[in-house]
């Protein structure tokens, strides 16, 4: 009976243990690719010139001083962004081209900013398995219950391209007809250059009705 | 309060029938192990460890019982920078998702036991209940959950091995099949689980 005991304990620990069989995440695990396009939008025979605005427009609190923002990931969003429509048939417009008259069919331009998020998380008592939030800390809701404090600092780089083709020219923006979002937790480590690279690559990747050679 | 009477009576005759009545109850705790099949394998199709099962069963006779059995089994998997599209919203997302099963069978159950005097007890049985599925899909920490009540049933096979001692080694293996609930899908998993059992 003694046996019986000890075994059903081990079994139960084991059940604990195995609430949490995916916890280990890597940063990069909480990176997400989103891309959008618009309805009744065909872009290969319809489009073939693009003008690429040639900074990353930082989005910030007004009432806050202008942040910086790495000049190496600027020109690493602006390169493979460049790089992917490229490969796609796309031809570039420079800005020379555009000050001598001539008119893109599409415009494209990046945006990023920063957000931050913080919070406690109330946990009861044998936590419900496998819920596992970016920053939840490094302690599981093991026994008891309890608060775990998280924060933790998210950036995004939003890229939009507009229809210039069919633009009337009025006081209207012109037509977004794709998006590319990426959002991932930010850190301090020194991947973010091929985090950055990877996330617009496979947001072209995902985007096959951009490729103007198929 | 005439109710809770009822209730506190039904216990109490429970009680005294397993007091008076030795041997004629069977207890089981069972490490659970789970292979997922058809929609359920489509979500996760990687094998589940955990968790465990609960059964208590009445014996009618040397061969017949029934009980009731209660369960838990995890399932979940990472798939790392996998994508999914959205039609509806032309939408196309990519990021390393995490799939959740969790299910708590609560069946009622119905047991043959073939040669229950031998020196391998085998048994054939079956059960029907309700079933609790939380399923969640993270794609990079954004989850999604849906949390349904399901029936579901399942046939049963396994073996008791008696030790000669309190406890008897106990395997058993059931089919689950859950009907869907809320338009959901339909789930199902061959269990395959191993523990103790004995009778009192």
Redesign the interface.
Known sequence: ?K??KW??FS??L??VV??Y??KD?TI????????????DVVFKDNYQTFYLYDSVIIVYDSSKTKPDYPLNEANAILSTMRTNLLNYGWTELTRNQILAGDTPDVYIESSTWNSTVSGAIYYPGYGY??????GYGYGYPWYGGGVSYYSYTTGTIVMTMQDIKNHDFNDDPAKVIWNGAL??ILNSSSNTISRIEYSIN??FN??QYLNLTK | MKKLKFILVGIALLAATIKTDAQDNFFA?T?NTALTTGETHDFISKYS????GLEWKKMLNDEVSVGINIA?Q?M???V??D?IEIPD????????Q?R?L?YFPMTVTGTYHINPEGKVIPFIGAGAGLYRVLQ?F??????FDQNTWNFGFYPEAGVIFPTGG??DFFVNTKYHYILPSNSGPTHSFLNINV??S?FF
């Open positions: 009976m046996l019986l075994i059903s079994m139960v084991g059940l195995s609430c069989p995916e995440r990069n695990d909480y990176d997400i690719i989103g891309t959008r396009y618009a309805d398995p496998g819920y596992g939030y970016p959002n991932g496979q947001a995902q985007s | 705790i490490y460890w955990g968790a465990m838990w995890i979940s998997q990472k790392e920078n994508v919203l032309n939408l196309t997302l990519a990021g390393t995490v959740y969790n969640r993270d794609i990079s920490g954004f989850a309190s406890a523990g103790f004995y």
